[in-house]
């Protein structure tokens, strides 16, 4: 595959991918909800505190929408300013894989340790119920630490040749 | 504290949910990955190997009508599919360039590669590498491209084209599909704009 494919390719990867994912999620916590059934666990209370993860992705997703939208505007109007310009390679690509993931710990270290920024992450934690609807339990505000935490990257300054 | 309990059958289902989410998954990465452009095979997938300067305006996405007929004058050869295309389309264009035909190069500049006879028995595909017709030229076939609707896709070949996923849904003819190329001074390619058959 040439360079444009292969960034079709991570494209598909990136959202129907995920988007299978979030299928299997919804089995997955069927599943923790029949166990918890099964094993006389199971009661209102965990089923609503289970219900409200699920929920906080409503508004989640809309900000996201929006703050995301935004997000490739600052970004592109950033990329403008920035004399050097990097080709999309397999090494480029490569280091592209490990910023990504080494800023995503930078921030979760930061989201955890920075007081502001754990105002936003906290509800991700405040659930008592642990299930697979907890790991989608997120504030309006955690995708705005997000675009922040990202910005560095966009100093790659990648370009398709 | 203990853990929670759990159910044995549940634990079970559970866990061959898991491995089926990542077989399926890994499923839909590969079969996207070596998905063949139809009706060549994956070999035939391969992107070709000239190199163009990418379009400054966004890929053109819309179909357009080609009234006319349009009858293209060059050498032609059939590329078989389960072959390496990218050495054959290679071979064919240095024949082309090593031809007579090279030297009346239109002022245009405009070279057309055209994909017809598509031949789903033996996987075959005839290339024919020329310019829009001015006469006859002793040695050379004519290939003609049909009216009807076509689908440009700016800075892809065809067979890159093919492999373009928002293009499974569109209704390919795969009767004659073509690329036009404009070429430098210098012989060079300066941009390139592939046009697939539409229903």
């Known amino acids: ?161 | 504290m203990s853990l929670p309990k759990r159910n044995g059958l549940i634990r079970v289902v559970y866990g061959l949910s898991m491995i089926g989410m990542f077989v399926f998954l890994g499923n839909e990465a590969v079969s996207y990955a070596s998905e063949p452009p139809a009706p060549a095979k994956a070999k035939a997938a391969e992107p070709v190997a000239r190199s163009v300067a990418p379009e400054t305006t966004a890929p053109n996405t819309l179909p357009i009508k080609q009234n006319k007929l349009l009858k293209v004058q060059g050498i032609s050869t059939v590329l078989n599919l389960d072959g390496d295309v990218e050495a054959q389309i290679n071979q064919h264009w240095l024949a082309f360039a090593e031809s007579k035909l090279a030297n009346s190069l239109p002022q245009s500049r405009e070279v057309y590669a055209v994909y017809s006879d598509y031949d789903n028995k033996r996987n075959s595909v005839s290339l024919t590498l020329g310019f829009a017709k001015q006469g006859s030229v002793v040695g050379t076939v004519t290939a003609t491209i049909d009216t009807g609707l076509y689908l440009p896709v700016s800075g892809k070949t065809v067979l890159e084209s093919w492999q373009k996923p928002d293009l499974s849904a569109q209704s390919l003819r795969y009767e004659t599909d073509y690329e036009r190329w404009v070429l430098d001074k210098n012989y060079q390619p300066v941009r390139v704009t592939a046009h697939l058959g539409l229903r």
């Open chain 1, 1 to 161: 595959m040439n360079e444009s494919l292969w960034l079709e390719y991570i494209e598909f990867m990136s959202f129907s991918i995920y988007d299978w994912v979030l299928v299997f999620a919804f089995l997955f916590l069927g599943l923790e909800l029949l166990n918890e059934v099964f094993t006389r666990r199971f009661s209102g209370e965990r089923f609503l505190e289970t219900l409200s993860s699920m929920l906080t992705q409503v508004p989640y997703y809309f900000t996201e929408f929006v703050i995301f939208g935004g997000a490739v505007y600052l970004y592109f109007t950033v990329y403008e300013f920035i004399p050097w310009k990097q080709p999309v390679n397999g090494y480029t690509a490569l280091l592209v894989l490990m910023l990504a993931d080494l800023t995503y710990y930078i921030e979760h270290y930061a989201i955890h340790r920075i007081r502001l920024f754990w105002l936003a992450h906290s509800v991700h934690h405040s659930s008592g119920v642990y299930n697979t609807a907890t790991a989608f339990r997120f504030s309006l505000f955690d995708p705005v630490v997000s675009v922040l935490f990202h910005l560095p990257l966009v100093l790659m300054a990648l370009t398709r040749s």
